[in-house]
Nanobody, 124 residues
Framework: QVQLVESGGGLVQAGGSLRLSCAFS????????MGWFRQAPGKERDFVAA????????SYADSVKGRFTMSRDNFKNAVYLQMNSLKPEDTAVYYC?????????????????WGQGTQVTVSS
């Protein structure tokens, strides 16, 4: 059974940076596409970024392009989300997700496994 555990969330001022991590266990990590999603109170879960199994391809939501960078380390079975120039509207619970295959998809229903989430709060 795949397990995902996020870490790295916290409180940061606008303009600051945070780096989220997601540890993967329970299966062959390098066969999974990984994604980051976020959910603000009262809102739907939204796509943030995705990365291919090799790390050579990435996809980002328009709202985070140029500010967020997703990466993975297939030796450490982990993915990361470097978040720079944070804005108050980035405040949300951030979730790591995994799906087997090769397509970088941005719909939550396409992902099979989810972490418990980590809170990111950006103050103005």
């Amino acid at each position: 059974q795949v397990q995902l555990v996020e870490s790295g969330g916290g409180l940061v001022q606008a303009g600051g940076s945070l780096r989220l991590s997601c540890a993967f266990s329970g299966h062959s990590f390098s066969t999974y596409v990984m994604g980051w999603f976020r959910q603000a109170p009262g809102k739907e879960r939204d796509f943030v970024a995705a990365i291919s199994w090799s790390g050579s391809s990435t996809s980002y939501a328009d709202s985070v392009k140029g500010r967020f960078t997703m990466s993975r380390d297939n030796f450490k079975n982990a993915v990361y989300l470097q978040m720079n120039s944070l804005k108050p509207e980035d405040t949300a619970v951030y979730y790591c997700a995994a799906r087997p295959g090769v397509r970088l998809l941005n719909f939550p229903r396409e992902y099979d496994y989810w972490g418990q989430g980590t809170q990111v709060t950006v103050s103005s």
